[in-house]
């Protein structure tokens, strides 16, 4: 199961959503991931602990898009959340 990593912290703002590692110090910090209106929407859905195939479904109702490429942005997006460490799997 993925899960938002706790060190992250995430805020709304229009349809965007700014996420913030956090540190032990200012210094620590190392960026501020703006994600866009579909990444937030990721983002909230992993919040709500779904599965990837459960996030491609769900994304496929409220955007556009052909299944297809829901589901190859869904899973470039988790990488890249892997890599840094935004997400953690149990």
Do not use: H
Request: hydrophobic share 45%.
């Amino acid at each position: 199961m993925l899960r938002q990593n706790p060190l992250y912290v995430s805020r709304k703002v229009n349809e965007e959503c700014v996420l913030v590692p956090v540190r032990q110090s200012v210094a620590e910090m190392g960026a501020v991931y703006v994600l866009n209106e579909v990444g937030a929407r990721i983002w909230e859905l992993i919040g709500n602990e779904q599965t990837p195939e459960e996030m491609v479904a769900t994304l496929g109702r409220e955007f556009d898009a052909p299944s297809q490429q829901i589901a190859q942005d869904v899973a470039s997006f988790l990488d890249r959340m892997r890599l840094l460490g935004a997400i953690v799997e149990e």
